[in-house]
């Protein structure tokens, strides 16, 4: 008997604009390779708005839900898809590779607080000279520090070597950041940023968010990443 067809997975994103998050699960998604439709969740549900606003002690979207399971963290949903697809190859196969990409993940995950307060991620922008102020500086350096190490012990293009993992999707919207306020790359990282630019399924998603009606959240002010 011919094994029953896969179920197909439904991601919830918020606005392609403005959401990082939403960016990293839809490209930890695709990197796993498991069939999902996408649910736009507009920026005037009261719980998104929540998010938007910073009045929600957690980030519900991106959320996946599939055979039942219900992951809404976005490190959740690459380890679900991990476990879910391990020969997508989404982590490296090397084990001091793997603990250096979920090391470099969780700190983009939980940290460069002032850099997300400060250069909000918006697709839509670009502002030349923008000012950035000496503690946002350091989450840049520190960024940058974390890619020229794993390029230049894994060989790049990618962070972890020939392949593309779940790290290269968490720090996909970082580069987007770096393009709208228009921070300078030593020339490591501007190869870096490049080949995250030349990614296919980035590309799709900046193409989507171009085309995507402005979100009527003119009332906020962007000194927050959601």
Same mark, same amino acid.
């Given at each position: ?21 939403? $960016? ?13 439709? #996408? ?8 719980? =998104?708005? !929540? ?22 963290? =976005? ?14 190859? $989404? ?15 969780? @700190? ?5 607080? !002032? ?25 840049? @350096? ?23 993992? #779940? ?7 970082? #580069? =987007? ?5 228009? #921070? ?10 490049? =080949? ?11 193409? !989507? !968010? ?17």
């Amino acid at each position: 008997m011919a094994p029953a067809p896969e179920a197909q997975a439904l991601l919830r994103i918020s606005t392609r604009n403005y959401s990082s998050w939403s $960016m990293r699960g839809w490209l930890i998604a695709r990197l796993s390779g498991l069939p999902f439709r #996408v649910q736009a969740v507009s920026p005037d549900d009261p719980g =998104t708005r !929540a998010e938007l606003l910073l009045n929600s002690s957690s980030i519900l979207i991106p959320c996946l839900e599939h055979e039942g399971a219900e992951v809404w963290d =976005t490190l959740g949903i690459a380890e679900y898809l991990n476990e879910l697809r391990p020969e997508a190859g $989404m982590f490296p196969a090397d084990r001091v590779a793997r603990a250096r990409c979920r090391s470099i993940c969780g @700190e983009m995950h939980a940290g460069f607080h !002032a850099l997300r307060s400060s250069l909000p991620m918006n697709l839509r922008a670009f502002v030349p000279g923008f000012p950035v102020w000496s503690a946002a500086r350091a989450d840049i @350096e520190r960024i940058q520090f974390l890619w020229r190490d794993c390029l230049g012990r894994w060989g790049g293009p990618w962070l972890f070597g020939a392949r593309c993992t #779940v790290a290269d999707a968490m720090f996909a919207p970082v #580069v =987007t950041r770096f393009r709208s306020y228009d #921070v300078a790359l030593d020339a490591v990282c501007e190869g870096y940023a490049r =080949t995250i630019e030349a990614w296919p399924d980035f590309q799709e998603w900046v193409a !989507a !968010a171009k085309e995507e009606p402005e979100a009527r959240i003119t009332e906020l002010e962007f000194d927050a990443e959601f």
